[in-house]
């Protein structure tokens, strides 16, 4: 079985699974497969811009907290938000922002770039922190949960299980995107614009204007995460943006692999599990998280699913 | 704003700036000559602050601090090259700066198992333990000023060793091209061991110099690592004069920033950053890139 | 780098195994007890970590030390007791009190230090009705705006301690004061009611300085201050960032100049640190560690023997925490769910505290008095009361 194969059969799963848990589980467990669901869709979306486009984002985590703060500056204080209406402007802003960013950073290239996405990380979270826009270190509150409205039907998601259906929906609609960009003409000239950039510019294409496009979606799609998560939690802090939640982002994408759609949704998982469980069994979890990524980056920096990959040669190798 | 206290001002940005550059020297060295993005630079100046506090509790002396922070720099330094970053070699950034974070949280969880949660001052040593009467109202405390004096030094003996030695003329060759460097002798292993450990070892003991004027207390190097990014962008990654520059530009700003503009020191320290990376990438002065 | 294979395929099945197994593990948890007799479980969320341990610590200590002299039962029900680090982070909060009420299933919530924290509590406990006692958090809001039948404060509100610390600097014969502490909505909130008693006292501010939280690097704003020279300085920091600041603050040789006032937590739990920086610092604080009257005795030398070490304010709140829920669970004899006995009898509690006579205001908050006290030889000293039974105003709240 080819790589692909094992990628399209792990998101199978996956979505298999997203749809059992509102019936295995309740309480406080839907609620953490609420968080995890949607750092799975911001670390896929990272994932698209490490992988394929080469572009090694320290900064991410500025446009999910970006969204995140839209949604709060836009929710009205005494009513729940049109989710629709907010979700589109918040995700419009942050690509707008997104397109920004990447047109000034992607000129760069290799280290350059990388400090580049640190210091727009490091300006986001200074513009909430430091100014007093939205609550200054504090953070700001969102009252109440947005509520779908279609024509003719309200759907609220106050409860944890209807929540936890429409984030997965949005999540997977999401990492299906990421999934056909990959596999199609686009994802292949990203590819070859990140292995030779000089042969892609002989056929007249732009890697520069590749790359801004494929960083725009992914940071439309991480803003679309950070606005779900402050759905979820009600509340929005200068924190969501801080260059740690990215470098976190990115230990989920090596964890599972850059070059697969569903290598960083797995490491999300796993990373949060490890996370939920060491925190269990002590209080200096943090020493099982460093170890993990200490080992993966020295022993396995391929990430996990393409170690699957061997379990299931393929044919030919079989007939060798 | 008077002339006196600008004076004033002026002293607090150069000490803050001489710390920045005491920690970004040890960032450029890595960074500049081995091309290793090092986000744990930050961690080990924690660990300084906390040897300075254990040193103080169990030793009653300050000054027994400095010697063990380098000499602690540099064995930490060396274990990092030989176990990890050598495992590294060849690897991309991604790899460096995920195994640099993940050492970060493996350091400052070590620190609050063996230290505990708590934040902790340290009394300012002994013979410097007083303030110089600058007005009959206003005093500017001895450490702070001694702290310059220790900066100052360092920029001279740095200058001094890549400047004039044997070993500056290596690591600067190495700056420049590594691989005409090796061609041309100059040992890889034991020269990037060397460096870690120095750069290291910068990191650590600038640590120990600014715990008694600092607060003690856990995640103390996040702030510190930043800025020193923010440094070696501002004056060139891998040139030590930048750094210098770039570190006193940003104890200017800080300074003067919460002076001016409070609200938007901050920000606009970063700005200059994504200036400095969009108009001249190489940095004020000639630096090496990597 | 050699392309070595640390992972073949019997570990890693080896670790999937055991990653779905931990994974359907998540759900066998044990279901709490719901009959009576079974113990009440009391949930802490607190910062045992960072800037706040410290106080996290004496609030913990000394609201199992109050429970224990009560012979270790609420309404005749023993206790268990669950903690969790809250690690004053605003943006893990509501996960963290979910653990509590969600996955722990406490019957009550007794939390917490930070501002920002706490009104995430404050938001979930209107929202499942669940117990809450906060034992040191000052954010106006919770017994303001956001006050609730359910939610009981044993600490102060921001305004409380601030704004008779305006009256006595004012007395004192300053007229231009300028203002430090953290951008925060506690700096924010006790600057206000700073102005607002120090305008009553005919007082003006002439400067406002904001420092970014949580840093402690002041030298640039007290140099600002040296320069300004008002008549004196108000300055609210609390935990390691009273220690550093104060320290600094003498450094520079401003005590002399420009005298320096704050709320109590400036020199509350700080005193051993600071050292002579902190001699003759006057402060406004609802508790002082002289106060003398029987409670206060009885508590400072029972808290001394058992935890070997000196109380302080945050002891205090938090041994009222465990008081007011013991009043409350003896009017309820131990039913948890007779929400109404509960919060009448706890919002009627007169208590004989060691901070002196406490009751409760219609918003839930603390009526106290505040004390001024001054810094001598280490040691808070009660100097008089700056203001007698002060209770915060309440202003928004709908049960007021």
């Not at chain 2, 004020?284 to 890139?289: D, I, Q, S």
């Not at chain 3, 002579?276 to 009885?298: M, Q």
């Not at chain 3, 706890?346 to 004989?352: H, L, N, S, Y």
């Amino acid at each position: 079985m080819s790589k692909d194969h094992i990628d399209a059969g792990l998101l199978v799963a996956l979505a298999v699974l997203a749809l059992l848990v509102p019936y295995i589980w309740s309480g406080y467990e839907i609620k953490l497969a609420t968080t995890i669901t949607i750092q799975a869709g911001l670390a896929v979306a990272l994932g698209f811009v490490v992988g394929p486009a080469g572009l090694i984002s320290i900064g991410h985590a500025a446009f999910f907290g970006l969204a995140a703060y839209l949604f709060a500056m836009l929710a009205p204080a005494s009513e729940p938000a049109n989710l629709l209406n907010t979700l589109l402007l918040a995700v419009c802003g942050t690509a707008v922002c997104a397109a920004v960013v990447g047109a000034i950073s992607i000129r760069s290239r290799g280290l350059y770039f990388i400090l580049m996405t640190l210091a727009f990380g490091q300006l986001g979270y200074h513009f909430f922190h430091d100014t007093g826009i939205g609550g200054s270190a504090d953070g700001t509150y969102i009252y109440f949960r947005p509520e779908v409205r279609l024509p003719g039907l309200d759907i609220s998601l106050d409860g944890a299980a209807p929540f936890y259906q429409f984030v997965s929906l949005v999540v997977f609609a999401a990492v299906a995107l990421v999934w056909w960009l990959r596999r199609s003409a686009f994802g292949s000239l990203l590819v070859a614009a990140r292995d030779n950039e000089m042969r892609i510019r002989a056929f007249g294409y732009s890697p520069y204007a590749l790359r801004l496009v494929a960083f725009v979606i992914s940071a439309a799609i991480a803003g679309a995460m950070g606005y779900l998560s402050a759905a979820q939690h009600g509340f929005v802090a200068p924190e969501m943006l801080a260059w740690h939640n990215s470098a976190t982002a990115l230990v989920m994408v090596l964890i599972g692999g850059k070059d697969t759609t569903s290598g960083p949704a797995i490491g999300a998982i796993l990373l949060l599990l490890a996370e939920e469980l060491l925190q269990r069994a002590t209080e200096h979890w943090l020493v099982g998280i460093g170890l993990i990524i200490v080992v993966i980056v020295i022993a396995a920096p391929q990430g996990i699913v393409p170690y699957l990959a061997r379990f299931f040669p393929t044919r030919r190798a079989q007939h060798a | 704003m008077s002339a006196f206290f600008f004076f004033v001002q002026l002293l607090n940005a150069v000490q803050f700036g001489l710390v920045l550059y005491l920690v970004a020297s040890g960032l450029t060295l890595l960074l500049g000559i081995m091309g290793v993005i090092n986000l744990a630079h930050g961690a080990f100046y924690m660990v300084g602050a906390y040897l300075a506090f254990a040193v103080v509790q169990h030793l009653a002396s300050f000054w027994l601090a400095l010697p063990l922070a380098i000499v602690l720099g540099l064995v930490l330094g060396a274990l990092l090259e030989h176990f990890l970053l050598a495992r590294l070699e060849g690897a991309d950034h991604l790899s460096q700066v995920l195994l640099s974070f993940g050492l970060i949280l493996l350091i400052n969880e070590a620190q609050r198992i063996i230290f505990g949660n708590d934040a902790h001052g340290i009394e300012v040593p002994a013979p410097l333990n007083f303030s110089i009467p600058l007005s009959e109202t206003f005093a500017y405390p001895a450490y702070r000023l001694f702290v310059c004096g220790v900066g100052i030094a360092f920029v001279i003996a740095l200058g001094l060793v890549m400047g004039r030695t044997r070993i500056g003329m290596m690591l600067r060759a190495s700056a420049e091209n590594r691989t005409m460097a090796r061609a041309l002798g100059v040992d890889a292993k034991l020269m990037y061991l060397g460096v870690t450990a120095a750069g290291i070892s910068c990191a650590v003991l600038a640590g120990v110099i600014a715990a008694p004027i600092a607060s003690v207390y856990p995640g103390m190097g996040d702030q510190v690592l930043i800025l020193s990014f923010v440094v070696i962008v501002l004056g060139g990654i891998g040139s030590l004069n930048g750094a210098l520059v770039g570190a006193l530009l940003l104890g200017a700003v800080d300074a003067f920033g919460k002076q001016f503009f409070p609200d938007f020191a901050a920000f606009l320290v970063y700005v200059a950053m994504i200036a400095v990376l969009i108009v001249r990438p190489q940095g004020l002065f000639r630096g090496t890139g990597a | 780098m050699g392309n070595r294979n640390p992972l073949d395929r019997r570990s890693a099945l080896k670790v999937m195994g055991g990653a779905s197994a931990a994974a359907l593990g998540l759900r066998a948890f044990p279901t709490p007890a719901i009959a009576q007799g079974a113990p009440i479980k009391v949930g802490f969320m607190l910062p045992y970590t960072g800037t706040y341990a410290a106080l996290a610590k004496n609030i913990d200590n000394a609201f199992r030390q109050y429970v224990a002299e009560k012979g270790d039962k609420l309404g005749g029900r023993a206790v268990e007791y669950v903690t969790v680090d809250d690690q004053a982070e605003p943006s893990k909060a509501t996960d963290n009190m979910n653990k509590l009420v969600d996955r722990e299933k406490v019957d009550v919530v007794v939390g917490t230090v930070h501002s920002g924290v706490q009104m995430a509590m404050v938001k979930i406990a209107r929202e499942t009705s669940k117990l809450l006692i906060i034992p040191n958090a000052g954010v106006d809001a919770a017994t303001r705006a956001a006050c609730a039948p359910n939610i009981f404060r044993s600490s102060f509100s921001n305004w409380q301690p601030s704004f008779p610390t305006g009256k006595v600097m004012a007395d004192d014969g300053h007229k231009a004061a300028m203002t430090i502490t953290w951008k925060y909505a506690a700096g924010e909130e006790c600057v206000a009611a700073f102005k607002e008693g120090f305008g009553k006292g005919g007082g003006q501010v002439v400067g406002e300085l904001w420092v970014p939280f949580p840093e402690v690097e002041f030298q640039s704003f007290l140099t600002q201050i040296a320069e300004k020279k008002p008549d004196a300085v108000f300055a609210f920091f609390a935990g390691g960032g009273a220690v550093k600041f104060v320290k600094d603050y003498a450094a520079l040789g401003l005590r002399k100049s420009v005298p320096l006032y704050g709320p109590g937590f400036l020199t509350d739990g700080t005193l051993p640190a600071q050292g002579e920086a902190a001699e003759g610092l006057k402060t406004t604080l609802h508790y002082a560690d002289d106060l003398n009257n029987p409670a206060d005795k009885a508590f400072r030398a029972a808290y001394q023997k058992r935890y070997n070490a000196e109380p302080d304010v945050y002891s205090v709140q938090g041994y009222d925490a465990a008081a007011l829920l013991v009043i409350g669970m003896d009017a309820a004899k131990g039913d948890i769910n007779a929400k109404d006995a509960i919060y009448k009898a706890m919002r009627g509690a007169k208590i004989d505290s060691p901070r002196g006579p406490m009751t409760m205001s219609a918003a839930n908050n603390p009526i106290q008095n505040i004390y001024l006290r001054e810094v001598k030889n280490g040691k808070n000293t009660y100097v008089k009361i700056a203001a007698e039974a002060l209770a915060d105003p309440g202003t928004g709240c709908r049960m007021a």
